[in-house]
């Protein structure tokens, strides 16, 4: 019988609200919840047992400290192969947490607390409902890295906001605001700041208040012919993900950007002399 008590684990904090709500919570504040394949491992961890957990009906994912996450971690040598700016590990694990979140029938919410580059931003399309702080904001820089886009973000991202706000996004490595990405329909709806999680839990907490068995009728209605869809987009993005992370251009791309930013630290620790 699968275990009610959430999981301790290294990289994110997970608890219970209202005996129905689990909290996600990305814990790596000193590097901007920035993802690793540990935190990965960690991440899919948390979803497998919030899906396993009978008395679960909302998961909750947000960020401890300033940020959402800041996506991928560039510099993290944990990520990165011989030959590949990503590696292998990272791209599988990352997969299969589209997958539990396409597959799931329990609501996925995300409360965007802060800053969400990269998969901070694409993943959040696969959410059912969307809170962002008014000061988060979203880009992917896929494109600057020599990369494609992943969380299905080619699929959803033009279904949800237009194939000229995605194009802004994903080819233009557009900056965009959580209010422009309310107007867009990408973010449910903003909240404040002040007590920002504690007022997502509120609307969660009144959607477990609603009838268990209508609920996950609904959402699969709403999912039956998009699941599909989706668990393709993600295998075919995956896919390409790994031929363009051994890419000339996407590791010239990763070194130049390893080198400024060395190049920057070496700068500051010398203006402190």
Known sequence: MPSSTPPQLDNVAVSIDSSAIAIIKYNRPKAANALNVAVLKDVLSALQWAEAADNVRVIVTTGEGKFYTAGLDL????????????????????????????????????????????????????????????????????????LCAEGCSSLTFTRIMGRQKASALILGGARMTAAELESAGLVTKILPKENFLEEVLKIARGIVKLPKESL???????????????LETNR??????????????????????????????????????
């Open 236 to 273: 075919m993005e995956l896919e390409l993900l790994r031929k363009q992370a051994r890419t000339q251009e996407s590791l010239g791309a990763i070194a130049g950007f390893a080198a400024e930013t060395e190049r920057k630290k070496k700068e500051k620790a010398g203006s402190k002399l």
């Open 75 to 146: 510099l993290d040598k944990s990520n990165q192969q011989e030959g590949a700016t990503i590696n292998d590990e990272f791209i599988g694990i990352l997969g299969k947490i589209h997958e539990a979140i396409i597959n799931t029938n329990k609501l996925v919410v995300s409360a965007v607390n802060g800053p969400a580059p990269g998969w901070g931003t694409s993943s959040i399309a696969l959410s059912d409902l969307v809170y962002a702080a008014p000061d988060a904001f979203f880009f992917t820089p896929f494109a600057q890295w020599g």
């Open 216 to 230: 996950k009728t609904n959402k699969e209605l709403m999912m039956r012919n998009l699941r599909g869809e989706l």
